[in-house]
Nanobody, 123 residues
Framework: VQLQASGGGLVQAGGSLRLSCQAS????????AAWFRQAPGKEREFVAT????????YYANSVKGRFTISRDNAKITVYLQMNNLKLEDTAIYYC?????????????????WGQGTLVTVSS
């Protein structure tokens, strides 16, 4: 199974983008799906995660109120809607999944990673 992230690009501050992450096969049922990001010279950081039902969602404080994670299990796709983008949101965004049945904001708890999609926010 592979995860394919897409939707990144160049956007002005205040703009919006929607990232998608589609699994090549199988199912996203029963897994937590998440987005992380990594800016140049920085460690990978947690952005958002949700359980397979979509009933539990968690966000990093830095994106709360601006980003929304969602999923379509029938399409085996996870989304990240990003609004009111800021310069500091510039990073490579990675989607990932874990079989853990509880929330985690640590990348070590996630086992399957996509290749990343670059988001660049300009002034």
């Amino acid at each position: 199974v592979q995860l394919q992230a897409s939707g990144g690009g160049l956007v002005q501050a205040g703009g919006s983008l929607r990232l998608s992450c589609q699994a090549s096969e199988g199912t996203l049922d029963y897994v937590f799906a998440a987005w992380f990001r990594q800016a140049p010279g920085k460690e990978r950081e947690f952005v958002a995660t949700m359980n397979w039902r979509g009933s539990s969602k968690y966000y990093a404080n830095s994106v709360k109120g601006r980003f929304t994670i969602s999923r379509d299990n029938a399409k085996i796709t996870v989304y990240l809607q990003m609004n009111n983008l800021k310069l500091e949101d510039t990073a490579i965004y990675y989607c990932t999944t874990t079989l853990r049945q509880s929330y985690s904001d640590s990348p070590v708890d996630y086992s399957l990673w996509g290749q990343g999609t670059l988001v660049t926010v300009s002034s």
